[in-house]
T-cell receptor, first 113, second 115 residues
Framework: GQQLNQSPQSMFIQEGEDVSMNCTSS?????WLWYKQDPGEGPVLLIALYKAGELTSNGRLTAQFGITRKDSFLNISASIPSDVGIYFC?????????????FGKGTKLSVIP | DTGVSQNPRHKITKRGQNVTFRCDPISEHNRLYWYRQTLGQGPEFLTYFQNEAQLEKSRLLSDRFSAERPKGSFSTLEIQRTEQGDSAMYLCASSSTADRTYEQYFGPGTRLTVT
């Protein structure tokens, strides 16, 4: 099936640092979404992107929908301990005629106080 | 709380037994989705409903799996003759059919362990 490649797989950062992670695919996506998942819980929607080039912020989080529609990135500014978790990108594959989301494997973020 | 709820949160069963999970979506959402997530992976799509109609099923949904949404509100996912490979987190999500329909909101999941 289609795959979304997320990088990095994991990262350790100091509290207060900025974080950047991205998601790429060989296929075009109509929609990009970013979720955060805590252990034992379901993913929580952070940001949704609907147009190529779109840049959207949600508090300290900023995400962009790549111009080629094959990638997206998520930035977190001034990280805090509660940012710890796994961040997933997800997308709606163009032309699939489906409402299913395809997910990446996640970026595990650890914040060192 | 008007979020998506799932029951039970945890289920341990012996191989060969049948299990059933329930999902209650956000009340105004008429699309409901089931996903499966294994360790170290992102959620994988299983099936989705619009109102009571099941409109799409993944090839991951073997014959032992069945999902229903009889009145277009809550949904159940049943697994018959469970196998150890069925051990996973089963996630339910819902969305509306408005213009932001791809914004799927997830429940806390049901963790299934097959021994």
């Amino acid at each position: 099936g289609q795959q979304l490649n997320q990088s990095p797989q994991s990262m350790f950062i100091q509290e207060g640092e900025d974080v950047s992670m991205n998601c790429t695919s060989s296929s075009i996506f109509n929609t990009w979404l970013w979720y955060k998942q805590d252990p034992g819980e379901g993913p929580v929607l952070l940001i949704a992107l609907y147009k190529a080039g779109e840049l959207t912020s949600n508090g300290r989080l900023t995400a962009q929908f790549g111009i080629t529609r094959k990638d997206s990135f998520l930035n977190i500014s001034a990280s805090i301990p509660s940012d710890v978790g796994i961040y997933f990108c997800a997308g709606d594959l163009s032309g699939a005629g489906s409402y299913q989301l395809t997910f990446g494997k996640g970026t595990k973020l650890s914040v060192i106080p | 709380d008007t979020g998506v709820s799932q029951n039970p949160r945890h289920k341990i069963t012996k191989r060969g037994q049948n299990v059933t999970f329930r999902c209650d979506p956000i009340s105004e959402h008429n699309r409901l989705y089931w996903y499966r997530q294994t360790l170290g992976q992102g959620p994988e799509f299983l099936t989705y409903f619009q109102n009571e109609a099941q409109l799409e099923k993944s090839r991951l949904l073997s014959d032992r799996f069945s999902a229903e949404r009889p009145k277009g509100s809550f949904s159940t996912l049943e697994i018959q003759r469970t196998e150890q490979g069925d051990s996973a987190m089963y996630l339910c999500a819902s969305s509306s059919t408005a213009d932001r329909t791809y914004e799927q909101y997830f429940g806390p999941g049901t963790r299934l362990t097959v021994t």
